[in-house]
């Protein structure tokens, strides 16, 4: 397996670039908070600062004055709130929103253009090209859609505004705390400027839309240029993503998910339902709480876990998801978006199989 790279490589500029302290506006602003710009005039902003310095070992001055500039997005919270409309959940919406002409050509063009670098990837770590070529595509379309906030203004939103109405608003809040700190340690030892940075509104960067946190772990150099860039650089995305999976229990050569009939009573299907994804029940067992997997799934030697996508109105969509499966969702935590990346995947790959 290719040795992961010190996020000091991470570059956009040149990797042997020192970044001067950015100065202070003379004229302190308003608390964000108060709807206003820049977090220098918050208490506790400025604290975690000095927390920061100390705990990475970063000039406190340089980490009190980028903090200190960071913007409070309005509309970063808003996104991040729960919607209050309570609907049906339903796989082939979502599926649709996915998978679709555009989004496999895309793909397809990716695919060709990055082929090497794909089959180096499923032969050094395991993950097969169309898991890659899917994760990319659902994340931001190849690269066409990679976010336009700027990622130091929405993590500090989240870290220090983050929505009081979310469910988990301390765990989250805790979360992107420190999602904060990995991104300024290593903007800061990257020679990276922390506000050209944009990603997701969440802040996620670059094709694969990894957190700060996910690309100090997980990514790579795959194209040997001796940096990390997961913006420009879709062979590091390839090799990255690939790194991801393994790193989150990615087992080589196993099936995400098999086929399954049920004929299960109500009590029964609270059993098997009853963990959600994660895979728990050997097939045997399976089989006796009225859920038959099919083909070779029936000899399968891991854990099963019975996924439900519900279909609104209509009869639900089930299938017995290995650890491969549950492995997808520790990119997001949904199973809805795991079976979206695997079709989607399988998609591009037939069509590009159909070309002459």
Known sequence: MKRLLSTALVCLAAATATVAPPVLAQSKQRSAVQGTTAYAERGEALQMAADIAARRGLPPAWVEATLGQARFLPQVPRLMTPSTQVSARNWNNYRGRFIDPVRIRAGVRFWNTHEAALARAEREYGVPAEIIVGIIG????????????????????????????????????????????QFLDFTYRGGIDPFALRGSYAGAMGLGQFMPSSWAKWAVDFDGDQRIDLFASPVDAIGSVANYFIGHGWKPGMPTHYPVSLNAAPEQMATLLGPDILPTFTPARMLELGARVHGSGAAHAGPLALVELRNGADAPLYIAGTENFYAITRYNWSSYYALSVIELGEEVRMAREARP
């Open 138 to 181: 659902v994340e931001t379309v190849y690269g066409q859609q990679m976010g336009n906030f700027r990622v130091i203004d929405a993590l500090a939103t989240l870290a220090f505004d983050f929505p009081e109405a979310h469910p988990r608003a301390a765990a989250r809040t805790e979360y992107f705390r420190g999602e904060l700190e």
